[in-house]
């Protein structure tokens, strides 16, 4: 949510930064929060006026008594008696006006980045690097479900039975790659100095509010019936909304944590036949990694954390290309963001295995998040990125590291999360 100033002062700059996003559709918001903003301002200076007025007939009603003027006492005591429920009224009125304000406001989108690509949706992002290099061997590169089947390390049919379409078992070997993977992402986010957090897996409609738009959480966000719980999408979620409300000193910051979560997810989506198997699902795991901190750091952070994700990465033996989102692929709270691809020898191309984001304060602002510095108050920038999400990521360590036989080799950083494991091969079936 941007701050209602800018909207008074630079009304055309908000809209220019709308048809940037290509959501014209939203141009007439700007308008009628200003509408809006016009008579709030109207009933908090007539409130402000009665609250002005109430002191006044006060000081007057004691003179009227020290003189004895009972007949001016008295009307003037009529007056006042008036006055309370006036300003009640006028208050009730105002709160209104600022809960529309407010519902308009979480619709117009965050103010992007002067760097950010202008294109209409994902496919004029724009490629910043590649690190790695994508080979295709000259021997088949099995699809992730069928090999994850032959190591009999997944089982979809049993999750169909328990859970339904877009849930798996995933077990032996397979499972213990999985896991090792996120433990080597949690302890080499800890190396570069974030602290680890394990956070509430469901969150309030407050934080989720806060922390993202509405499109995204109709899309996503699992409900739980009868209480006032969503299921995370990711723990950035409850990790950024652990600060809702909060005032922090400039010295704790910046507040740089890294966590894991499992990720509940509605929409799966229709992609085509490379989606089989754990491409889009309705459960993963993550480790994550958020940053708070002050405006002019931000971006600095961004680079940073961008880079981490790279790295890992290259530490698994998988290439992967980063990718600046352009504006119209932006989420309404981002003002910059970056995806991270891997690479699918199978498929002969890139494919999405996180995503970083500078927000600004964009959620600071929703959720009340603020930095005190030499008496000065202001709202904090948030960021968010992924460190690895499994079992995509798992997908690019089993094609970037596949042998002709299937057999896949474990990455050396994860071979000691295994026991020393080397390899992960096809158990042949007894005769």
């Keep these: 949510m941007i701050d209602i100033k800018i909207l008074r002062e630079n009304p055309d700059i908000v809209k220019e930064n709308i048809r940037k996003k290509f959501q014209d559709d939203k141009l007439k918001l700007v308008d009628e929060v200003l509408v809006l903003d016009e008579k709030w301002r109207k009933a908090k200076y007539e409130e402000d006026g009665l609250r002005s007025e109430r002191n006044k007939v006060s000081e007057e009603i004691n003179q009227a008594k020290k003189k004895k003027d009972e007949k001016a006492a008295k009307q003037l005591l009529k007056r006042a008696k008036e006055i309370p429920d006036k300003i009640a009224e006028i208050q009730e009125k105002r709160k ?255 494919y999405e295995v996180g995503s970083c984001s500078n927000l600004t304060e964009a959620q600071a602002r929703r959720l009340d998040i603020k930095i005190e510095n030499k008496g000065k108050r202001y709202f904090a920038h948030t960021l968010n990125n992924t460190v690895l999400a499994s079992p995509r990521a798992l997908i690019a360590v089993m094609e970037n590291n596949q042998q002709k036989d299937g057999s896949i080799k474990i990455p050396k950083v994860l071979q000691p999360y295994m026991g020393g494991k080397k390899i992960i091969g096809i158990k042949k079936e007894k005769k």
């Design 96 to 350: 209104k006006l600022e809960e529309d304000i407010k519902q308009i406001m979480y619709k117009i989108p965050n103010i992007i980045h002067d760097s950010v690509p202008i294109g209409k949706d994902s496919s004029e992002n724009v490629e910043i690097k590649r690190v790695g290099k994508p080979e295709i061997p000259n021997y088949e590169i099995f699809n992730h479900a069928e090999l994850a089947e032959k190591l009999n390390g997944v089982d979809f049919d049993s999750a169909r039975e328990t859970s339904g379409n877009g849930f798996y078992f995933l077990t032996g070997d397979l499972a213990v790659l999985h896991s090792a993977m996120i433990a080597y992402a949690r302890d080499y986010m800890i190396k570069q100095g974030f602290s680890y957090v394990i956070p509430p897996f469901m969150i309030r409609k407050r934080v989720v509010e806060g922390v993202m738009s509405f499109t995204e959480m109709e899309n996503m966000m699992y409900k739980v019936e009868g209480e006032d719980l969503y299921l995370i999408g990711t723990s950035e979620h409850s990790m950024i909304g652990r600060f809702i409300g909060k005032t922090l000193n400039s010295t704790s910051l910046p507040i740089t944590l890294t966590s894991y979560s499992p990720c509940f997810r509605k929409e799966i989506g229709a992609h085509g036949i490379e989606e089989k198997g754990f491409y889009r699902l309705h459960q993963f795991e993550k480790q994550e990694m958020i940053v708070i901190c002050e405006p002019e750091e931000s971006y600095r952070w961004y680079e940073k954390m961008l880079q981490y994700t790279v790295d890992v990465f290259k530490n698994l033996d998988v290439p992967v290309r980063t990718l600046e989102c352009c504006s119209g692929d932006l989420a309404d709270l981002k003002a910059k963001s970056a995806d991270v691809e891997a690479w699918s020898p199978r498929q002969k191309k890139y």
